[in-house]
């Protein structure tokens, strides 16, 4: 005999069940492609995983992504279709490298003294130690993923992969070297990307000062400026055309301050008359839109920054000074020559990065750059085609809006640890050779002094290759034949342009097909009072903590359940703990069936009627399973969860067990259909709940099955029991049944009298345990009632020798009453029966009754009768009929 333990303990089950999935080959996909009896014709669901940082610590964005893509795997394996999720890590070019040179730096070293050999082993070698941890993590989180394909971004295949697409891309002459304005980070000495940067409002300084013309007259220019340690690098003052204040001064020359250099005055039409004083200073060198308005005059460009952030020799008296502590000198300076006017408060939005925090510097490097326009066009056109559909649709205008203003990218960084740059440099005839094997000589003069460009790819590079790579692209692999194009690429609405732009981009570029048909976006997770996460607010959760006290199905059924796509969610430690006690409230559930069906001795007859209660469960289930498939096909995951938890919950714990309780008690068949459609309803349960609750639905549903091949006499599935829950049918979408409705109607009017009773009892404060006398009187409902009065006795707690059905109404003097549609119910709560205080509770029903009227009669008189669909309004007609018979019970009750 089948036995549950009294508790379900996360601990004992969660380990050995993923074990066993993966030692059983589940996680791999059928009809796989490099096996005998492939059919190509069968399309396989494919998800790539986005790939977590190799040195990163889990947070509780990976349980949040891990979960969304572990539900649509986990019910595509079901629906019986080929289902692949590809893992891998991301070698995180800069993440990893700060942590190396942290690591050096303890150790009272630095990159730069080791060299870059032996950095790069460092790094290799941190890789090693603490590179599996992420992945253990995602395992521990039920990721049902093909561990056999796992890839990282550095390995031989995928290297392979990004010198192809750079080569590629040049031969096209989409990509370029040369000098352009970029973000210098100086705490990481590399580039960053424009995505890189975050602009955060900080309280800064609007420094004044004269602009003097350069003939002697002693007339000058008001400038303002926030940031006068850059003042060494103007070579130019610009006016708005149509300022008449200063169009005197077009053309004429000023003196650089404390420098002395002569530089023009220039009319342009970015200047903002109304910002400062009027008249911009221009820096070609260091700021973007100084290097437009210096372009477009022909003004010098001077670089007045070292690569370290302190100034270099074209500074004069300032070269090695930090930046901003040339600020102060600079300022000072200009003070001490009378050319300061003032100083104000001023809110800037300061440019930092977003990997270290520091402020980043712009300025004129050389860089390798890709020419976005074309590769933006096709991957624009792409989703207007609907080859693409965003979720939500929202996302979809964000995107193109992006495409139509995309910028050439920056793809070269000045780090150690990631892709080197595919190009050589000859240092006898100078040829520049961009080859996709290290090449010996000079292909021009034959020279063996090459020198390969220090410069690393932009981490984003080969990122954006991952849906096609992972799959052994360039090379037309079975996995690349069948696996590609993939399905769903999911991911967070924050890296919209870091990451799906680029895939999208590359994928049409590389294969000439879209990389997915569909991206879903989740939102991000802030704590529980809708605040973003940070160390310095000490808000932070730790999902490993939250795993080892609730379990995982709690911190997965949380983090998706009660979210929808593209928003942000908010998530507290009550909330896990609240599902912690879901999955115990199933394991019950499982207890009460499973024990149920221990106790059939004899099968259930077919002739055996089915009882309201039994028909209303079986047409909630068939009603759940109906919405959950319609919400799966939509990507309502959140929505989907909350619906199986609430039938759980509601309709199956506090309803249907309590209603069958007196039927399992009753024996012979009774008790037998009972028991197998108890069963039935918990196997179709669990099979809606296990992509989201993995483990507990695993180990419950092999108890259930145990028990019911055990029993021999009760439920079995159709097509009879799986192996393991992870491979088991999906509920399939079952047509409606007239019976369907009816039954629903009338159990919900059991409903509302239970409930009726149930307020009234808690009102008087009546003891659950105490069995209550009862009368009811109906003209209309009198047989229903009659019917169905043992389901109102077990669930309302009323005497059942007592209780008396009448179509007309008998003496009630001192009975306390109720009015449910055209049912009025009296009670005897109290020996005296308070008039006062029924007539009170009648008035305030009578209200709320009328309060219902108005609505339904208004909504009813709107265009929402002729819009929605005709059941629904069939319903609200029913609705309002039923409360116009209680208002008008309760009007006679009241005289």
């Not at 930092?352 to 976005?372: A, D, N, T, Y």
């Not at 440099?425 to 220090?454: F, M, N, W």
């Not at 265009?863 to 005709?870: E, S, T, V, Y």
């Amino acid at each position: 005999m089948t036995e549950l333990p009294k508790a379900y303990d996360f601990k004992e089950y969660e380990e050995g069940i993923y074990q066993e999935w993966e030692q059983k080959g589940y996680f791999k996909p059928t009809n796989d492609p490099n096996s005998s009896g492939h059919d190509p014709s069968v399309e396989p669901f494919v998800i790539v995983i986005p790939p977590p940082n190799v040195t990163g610590a889990l947070h509780l964005g990976h349980p949040m992504f891990v979960t969304t893509e572990d539900i649509m795997v986990r019910y595509h394996r079901m629906k019986g279709e080929p289902t692949l999720w590809v893992p891998g890590t991301d070698h995180a070019g800069t993440a990893t490298q700060l942590q190396v040179e942290k690591k050096l730096q303890s150790e009272g070293t630095s990159r730069e003294e080791v060299g870059r050999e032996a950095f790069e082993k460092r790094v290799w070698e941190w890789k090693e130690k603490y590179g599996g941890e992420i992945t253990s993590q995602l395992r521990r989180l039920g990721a049902s993923c093909d561990w056999s394909r796992e890839r990282f971004t550095l390995d031989d295949g995928l290297s392979k992969a990004v010198r192809e697409a750079f080569v590629q891309l040049y031969e096209k002459g989409l990509v370029y070297q040369g000098p352009r304005m970029i973000n210098w980070s100086p705490g990481l000495q590399t580039a960053v990307s424009d995505l890189e940067v975050e602009y955060s409002e900080e309280e800064g300084k609007l420094y004044y000062f004269k602009y003097v013309l350069a003939d002697g007259s002693g007339e000058y220019l008001p400038v303002a400026t926030t940031r006068p340690e850059t003042i060494p690098g103007d070579t130019g003052v610009a006016v708005h055309p149509e300022d008449e204040r200063y169009s005197k001064f077009v053309g004429k020359e000023v003196l650089v301050p404390v420098l002395g250099r002569k530089i023009r005055v220039v009319a342009d039409e970015y200047v903002t008359r109304e910002f400062g004083t009027g008249a911009l200073k221009i820096t070609p060198g260091h700021d973007p839109h100084d290097y437009e308005i210096g372009e477009r005059h022909h003004l010098e460009l001077i670089n007045i920054m070292n690569k370290n952030a302190t100034l270099n020799e074209n500074t004069g008296p300032y070269a090695g000074m930090d930046r901003f502590k040339a600020r102060k000198q600079i300022w000072a300076d200009m003070q001490e020559a009378g050319l300061v006017l003032k100083e104000e408060p001023y809110l800037m939005k300061v440019p930092r990065s977003q990997r270290g925090g520091e402020i980043i510097e712009p300025l004129v490097s050389s860089q390798w750059f890709i020419k976005m326009d074309s590769l933006a066009a096709k991957a624009a056109e792409a989703v207007r085609q609907g080859e693409i559909t965003f979720v939500p649709e929202r996302f979809t205008k964000v995107f193109l809006n992006w495409m139509e203003n995309i910028q050439d990218w920056c793809i070269s960084r000045q780090l150690w640890w990631g892709h080197r740059i595919p190009v050589w440099y000859c240092d006898e005839c100078h040829e520049t050779i961009v080859s996709r094997e290290d090449p010996s000589s000079c292909p021009k003069c034959g020279s063996t002094a090459l020198r390969q460009d220090p410069d690393v790819l932009d981490t984003w590079f080969s990122s954006g290759l991952w849906p096609f790579s992972v799959f052994g692209w360039p090379e037309n692999t079975p996995d690349f034949q069948y696996f590609y194009p993939t399905s769903v690429m999911e991911t967070g609405y924050d890296i919209i342009f870091f990451w799906v732009a680029r895939m999208v981009m590359d994928g049409l570029e590389f294969t000439g097909k879209v990389p997915f048909h569909t991206v879903y976006l989740h939102g991000m997770i802030r704590d529980d009072k809708g605040q973003k996460m940070s160390k310095t607010k000490n808000n932070v959760i730790d999902p490993l903590v939250l795993m080892d006290e609730y379990g995982t199905d709690a911190l997965r059924f949380t983090l998706v359940v009660g979210s929808s796509p593209g928003n942000d969610q908010n998530v507290g430690v009550k909330k896990v703990e609240a599902n912690r006690n879901f999955a115990n409230k199933v394991w019950n559930i499982g207890r009460f069936v499973i024990s149920a069906i221990n106790r059939i001795e004899e099968p259930a007859l077919e002739s055996i009627q089915w009882t309201l209660a039994d028909s209303w469960i079986w047409a909630r289930t068939r009603q759940t399973v109906n919405a959950v498939n319609d919400l799966f096909e939509n990507y309502q995951f959140g929505e989907a969860g909350r619906q199986v938890y609430e039938f759980l919950w509601n309709d199956f714990a506090d309803w249907y067990l309590e209603a069958s309780k007196r039927q399992l008690a009753e024996g012979a068949n009774r008790a037998a259909r009972t028991a197998t459609l108890l069963a039935n309803v918990l196997d179709l349960m669990l099979r809606l709940l296990h992509p989201f609750t993995p483990f507990v639905t695993e180990a419950l549903w092999g108890y259930l099955k145990a028990a019911c091949q055990e029993n021999g006499l009760v439920y079995k599935p159709i097509e009879g029991w799986e192996e393991h829950l992870i491979v088991g049918r999906w509920p399939e979408r079952m047509p409606h049944e007239a019976w369907e409705t009816d039954a629903i109607k009338d159990f919900e009017l059991v409903q509302e009298i239970v409930r009726s009773i149930r307020n009234l009892r808690s009102e008087y404060k009546i003891e659950p345990n105490k069995s209550l006398e009862a009368l009811f009187v109906s003209e209309s409902r009198a047989d229903f009632v009659e019917k169905n009065k043992h389901l109102l006795v077990d669930l309302a707690g009323l005497d059942e020798q007592s209780l008396t059905v009448h179509t007309t109404k008998p003496e009630t003097e001192g009975l306390t009453a109720l009015v449910v549609e055209d049912i009025e119910i009296f009670l005897s709560m109290t020996a005296d029966g308070d008039d006062q205080a029924d007539r009170e509770r009648l008035e305030k029903e009578l209200a709320e009754a009328e309060s219902q009227i108005a609505r339904l009669e208004k909504l009813l008189a709107s265009p929402f009768a002729q819009k929605a669909p005709a059941q629904v309004v069939e319903a609200e007609r029913e609705k309002l009929a039923g409360y116009k018979s209680s208002a008008e019970k309760l009007r006679e009750r009241l005289g």
